[in-house]
Structures are given as structure tokens and as C-alpha cells.
């Protein structure tokens, strides 16, 4: 979504911030980059769903300048755990800094109203200024288009990656999310859950390993789906949420 105004600045990074894959960074230091900032949340469905554009993104302009932070911000108590942020930043192959904003502090900063959130400052007068912003999935060629513009640079754009993803699909809108381990009717799709501890799920009759805190698929579907949720959680693992992806309408 392009910016009302274009004399926003990034807020600066805080000083005492916890980082993965970088000591620390300092926006200040960025101003001849263009630098895309991405809130994300490790177990958070939505957030693992751009994650891929995100990577994809920050392998292609790297080199050309691009600078890609994501910043996690904690959902849940699951994710406020510093140990499992770290984990889950290298079992999802980020290799791109990530700032844990443990505190908030970012997510203050920035006004957010929403999650994922992703920004696009290009750099402008020795500072940035904010030339694309979207909450939430989708907007992924908009997003690509003012990282190509900032950069100077012409090309083919990433995906669309999924069905539901094509900015001239029908999606249909799933049903919300449900606490705890939830059984019953839904719409969506796809189906997934928050899990920690260790042990399996079955979900409609298919078993899933668990063996790290993290959201886990469990039932995907080539379209928008009625359908009904039979899940068994065994013993030594908990269920926090059962999400629903959207679908593209039949």
C-alpha cells in the first residue's frame, strides 16, 4: 500500500535489542540502502506464510543493496521464549537479521495494526522514507515492485507461490482461529495447528510428529473446503491454537 505522505521515517532500532544472525544493526547506518522491515511472529501461520517471499526477496537484491530485517514479536507466551525464537530462526533456514522485540518496543514505535506487517523505506536526503506498507498476507507484488523501484532495477517478481497468493484470485475468507485443540466444522483452506512439547497429532486420521514448538500443517486442501476437524493430541503435547488458511474459491 503506498504511503499517504512520503516524509515518514523508520523509527530507529533499539540499542539494548536482542539479535539473530547480525551482532546489531542501526538504521542510521542503512541510508543508502532501501531496507525492507517485516513484524513477524515464528508460530504464527499467517507470518510463516510471506516468510518465504520475504527470503526470496532478500536472496534476490541482496546483492544489489537490499537490506531485509525481520523483527518477532511474541504472539503468545510460546514464542516469548528468546531460546525458541533462535531455534525456530534456523530450523526455517532465516539467514537474513532478525530483531527480537521482546519488549515491544518496535511494535510501539511503529504504530502497528497488524501482524505480519512489512515496510519498504527507500533510502532519500541521508535518511529513509517509506515508500510501501501492508498488514497481513498478500501484497507481495506490490511490495517487490517498490524494492525493484528504490533499486533501479527491472524483473520478473516472485511467485505468485500459492493459488490463494494471485492478486486476481477469488479467496474466500476461513473460519477464525480456535484456542486450544479444537475438533468440529470449519471452512478453509487449509488447517493448521500451534503445537509445543513432543509426542504426535492425528488429524482426520493422518499422524504428525511433534518435536519442537512451532505451527504445524495438518490438513490442506486445493481449494476452499467445507469440512469437519476430527484432532487426537496425545500425551506430552500441548495444542494452543488450531488456525485456518484462506482458499480460492471452487
Not at 540499542?15 to 504464527?44: G, T
Not at 520475504?54 to 516469548?80: D, M, P
Not at 501492508?134 to 525493484?148: K, L, M, P, T, V
Not at 497429532?201 to 504428525?208: F, K, M
Request: overall charge negative; charged content about 20%; some cysteine.
Amino acid at each position: 500500500m503506498r504511503p499517504p505522505v512520503d516524509t515518514i521515517y523508520p523509527p530507529p532500532f533499539p540499542k539494548k535489542a536482542s539479535w539473530v544472525n547480525v551482532a546489531m544493526l542501526r538504521i542510521d547506518q542503512q541510508r543508502e540502502h532501501p531496507v525492507l522491515v517485516e513484524f513477524f511472529d515464528v508460530a504464527l501461520v499467517s507470518s510463516l506464510r510471506t516468510l518465504p517471499y520475504v527470503q526470496a526477496w532478500h536472496e534476490r537484491y541482496g546483492e544489489a543493496g537490499l537490506r531485509v530485517v525481520s523483527i518477532h514479536i511474541a504472539r503468545t507466551e510460546l514464542t516469548r521464549n528468546e531460546d525458541v525464537v533462535r531455534a525456530a530462526v534456523e530450523r526455517l533456514g532465516i539467514t537474513h537479521p532478525v530483531l527480537i522485540d521482546s519488549t515491544y518496543e518496535m511494535w510501539k514505535a511503529y504504530d502497528n495494526e497488524g501482524l505480519p506487517a512489512r515496510y519498504v523505506w527507500g533510502p532519500v536526503g541521508g535518511g529513509h522514507h517509506l515508500r510501501d506498507f501492508h498488514y497481513g498476507e498478500g501484497g507481495y507484488a506490490e511490495a517487490e515492485r517498490a524494492i525493484q523501484a528504490e533499486l533501479g532495477v527491472e524483473g520478473d517478481l516472485v511467485g505468485p507461490l500459492r493459488p490463494e497468493d494471485d492478486p486476481e484470485a477469488q479467496v474466500v475468507v476461513p473460519t477464525a482461529p480456535q484456542p486450544g485443540a479444537y475438533s468440529g466444522p470449519y471452512e478453509a483452506g487449509g488447517v493448521w495447528a500451534v503445537l509445543s512439547g513432543t509426542g504426535t497429532v492425528v488429524a482426520n486420521g493422518a499422524e504428525v510428529a511433534v518435536d519442537h514448538p512451532g505451527a504445524y500443517p495438518l490438513v490442506e486442501h486445493p481449494h476452499h473446503t467445507t469440512g469437519v476437524l476430527d484432532l487426537e493430541v496425545s500425551a506430552g503435547v500441548v495444542c494452543h491454537e488450531v488456525t485456518f488458511t484462506p482458499g480460492v474459491a471452487a
